[in-house]
């Protein structure tokens, strides 16, 4: 084995190393103590230009100044060569090496023939490397700049795009929805009951919290002005109707819009930018099977339970302030509201919570699949899909209260 | 000549509860090639995280130009980031810049040199590691794998560091490119007498550039010292990394 790998190994071993061009140059670029500053001489009996010190990164501000002054003594001198001395150079990096190129080339726009001599050689080594990349880099294309006409017409394109994907989308999710009600084994009951914990069990602090306090604000509101008519009781009656048919179901889909609607954009999104969703799609799984139906059918679940909780605690929060500001007791608040608040309003309430939750789910994963190859993206869709929603949502409660006055229930 | 520019003293690290480095002991001097070789998890880009003190070891130290990194200052930190260039495994660019952008980053971060200066630095970067062009506007999405190693590379050198921490530069090219680089890594280090430590799997990159190599394997230091020393250690390990049979075979092969 040993002798095997030996007669293999040795035409390697002997192979020539990368060309060995240059001699070895002990600058030790990390002693900064021993830096000197960069001068450019104008010698002008020799017809020499010369570099001295360092022309560094470090001493990018002094190499700056060379190049006005070096221009007027150009401009003057009125010669036809000049030379170029390196031998006091002691540093040189690619920041050096750009301003001699940029000397160069100032030479030669005034008809000047410059020559390059005592530079060492490793100096000159670098200096060829770099300079003609340096040349070549010129020939870079600009970067392509639009006009605001065609930004205009760009955006409008993509949100036309994206009205439009956000239809097939929504399309696409129903069509999946009554494939998995009839193969309902299907469904990913892990994913479905985590995300009901993230989005249900975990929001009932918050969701409860300010149910409570809006419950609190609003009996105080409309306490001071019915007392002014002696009308307490009926703080009852417009506490049951405010709460249970529109602040509670829209508080609560707006939390919601906050809080998970953005953690479905941003999980997905990053999947996406990880490759992870099209893994998924090449092992033969749907995205919107795997990733989207569960969280919808996990907010289909937990906003309306959520609705039912955030009415309980918003009108916990009327009983106290009526308690403590219109003196009426919790025994005859419930009283009261049995008789007064029909079934009705709750009812239409709830029913709003479903329409709600789809609409989260759907507008806070599509904004994630739509997101690009870049961190950029996974912040703008992520932000996207809580403006939109919110904006759905309100949209549609007000279309909803349109739609039931009509019909005059 | 020899420096120590980073030093490992008796370092062990432990990640997620299980011992990923033992009793690691060794110095990296100024101005060589050094290689850090190894299987697959056997910690090669953990130590270089440790070098860059993004981790920091369980016990003992690791020292980079004399700081030691657990308890270096946020004002020194800055300054051996001016003196290090950095390619992560994945490259790592900033997906929301474009290649050129990602390049001369380091550079506006560290410099006020204009506009224009920055985009030709940068672009001459780029045509160095081998990249067209064209390449410059496009996003790091938008690139090849190969491509992406490459423009990491670039941002890498862009600040002329003395110091040079590659994790697998050369891994995805195709055989002429590792080549090309590799020539190009061996003409910075003689002309700029740079510092380059390297994690390469790359046997070719082994014998023709690096001057010494530490193999890491059964979370130890197994072997240090030139390539030819060690690959005639008899560890099975070291043994059956360098005399892989069937890449022997293929040789023979050709
Ligand atoms: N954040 C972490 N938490 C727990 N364990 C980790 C973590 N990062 C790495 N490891 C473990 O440390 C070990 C070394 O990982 P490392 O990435 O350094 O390997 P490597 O030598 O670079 O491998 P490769 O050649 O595949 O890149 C692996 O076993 C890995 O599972
Ligand atoms: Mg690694």
């Known amino acids: 084995m040993r002798t095997f790998f030996n007669s293999q190994s040795e035409p390697w071993l002997s192979a020539k190393k990368p060309k060995t061009r240059a001699c070895k140059v002990y600058m030790n670029r990390d002693a900064h103590l021993n830096t000197t500053a960069p001068q450019l001489n104008f010698v002008s009996h020799t017809h020499t230009l010369q570099c001295v010190g360092d022309w560094t990164l470090s001493h990018e501000h002094t190499l700056a100044t060379f190049f006005p002054r070096i221009t007027r003594t150009l401009s003057t001198c009125s010669l036809k060569t000049i030379y170029l001395d390196g031998s006091q150079l002691t540093h040189l990096d690619s920041i050096g090496i750009w301003w001699l190129e940029k000397l160069l080339s100032l030479c030669k726009t005034q008809h000047i023939h410059c020559q390059l001599k005592h530079f060492s050689p490793s100096h000159t080594e670098l200096i060829e490397l770099l300079i003609e990349k340096l040349r070549e880099s010129h020939a870079a294309p600009p970067s392509p700049s639009t006009s605001w006409v065609t930004q205009l017409g760009q955006t409008t394109l993509s949100l036309i795009e994206e009205s439009l994907g956000l239809i097939s989308f929504v399309g696409k999710v129903t069509f999946v929805f009554f494939y998995l009600l009839r193969h309902p084994h299907q469904i990913q009951w892990r994913n479905f009951f985590n995300s009901v914990q993230k989005t249900g069990f975990d929001a009932l602090p918050i969701t409860g919290l300010l149910s409570f306090l809006i419950g609190i604000v609003l009996a105080y509101q409309m306490g001071i002005q019915l007392r002014n008519y002696g009308a307490n009781i009926f703080v009852v009656d417009l506490m049951g109707l405010s709460v249970l048919r529109e602040f509670a179901p829209m508080m609560t889909a707006i939390i919601l819009a906050g809080r998970s609607g953005s953690a479905f954009a941003a999980q997905i999104g990053t999947m996406k930018l990880n490759q992870e969703v099209d893994a998924l799609r090449t092992l033969g799984i749907r995205p919107i099977e795997r990733l989207v139906m569960p969280k919808l059918f996990a907010l289909s679940l937990t906003l309306p339970l959520l609705t039912v909780w955030a009415d309980m605690l918003g009108i916990l929060g009327g009983m106290v302030m009526a308690k403590s500001t219109l003196n009426i007791n919790f025994v005859y608040f419930l009283h009261r509201f049995s008789q007064v608040v029909p079934f009705k309003w709750y009812f239409i309430g709830l029913i709003k919570a479903p329409v709600f939750a789809a609409i989260i789910a759907n507008i806070g994963c599509y904004q994630g699949l739509c997101v690009e190859s870049n961190a950029d993206s996974v912040g703008a869709h992520t932000t996207k899909s809580v403006v939109q929603a919110i904006f759905m949502i309100i949209t549609f409660d007000a279309f909803f209260s349109i739609l039931l006055s009509w019909l005059k229930i | ?254």
């Open chain 2, 1 to 254: 000549m020899s420096l120590p520019i980073i030093e490992f003293t008796h370092m062990s690290t432990r990640l997620g509860g299980t011992l990923v480095h033992e009793d690691i002991h060794f110095k990296i001097n100024q101005g060589e090639i050094f290689a850090i070789v190894g299987g697959s998890g056997s910690g090669k880009s953990t130590l270089l995280r440790e070098v860059l003190g993004l981790l920091q070891p369980s016990t003992g130290h690791v020292t980079v130009y004399g700081h030691d990194m657990a308890h270096i200052t946020e004002a020194s930190y800055r300054d051996l980031s001016k003196k290090w260039g950095v390619l992560f495994q994945t490259g790592a660019l900033f997906s929301s810049l474009t290649v050129l952008e990602n390049t001369f980053y380091p550079l506006r971060e560290y410099s006020h040199l204009p506009p224009k200066a920055l985009k030709e630095l940068a672009l001459s970067k780029l045509l160095m590691v081998g990249l067209p062009l064209s390449a410059a506007i496009k996003f790091p999405a938008e690139l090849s794998g190969g491509m992406l190693k490459r423009a990491a590379l670039a941002r890498a050198l862009i600040l002329d560091p003395a110091l040079l921490l590659l994790d697998e530069p050369t891994s995805g090219l195709d055989p002429e490119s590792v080549s090309s680089l590799d020539e190009l890594i061996y003409n910075l280090k003689e002309l700029l007498n740079l510092t380059v430590v390297m994690v390469t799997h790359d046997l070719r990159t082994l014998w023709h550039i690096v001057d010494r190599l530490a193999f890491l394997g059964e979370k130890k230091l197994l072997a240090l010292g030139t390539p030819k020393e060690v690959a005639t250690n008899p560890h099975p390990m070291i043994h059956n990394y360098f005399h892989d049979p069937e890449s022997i075979k293929s040789h023979h092969g050709n």
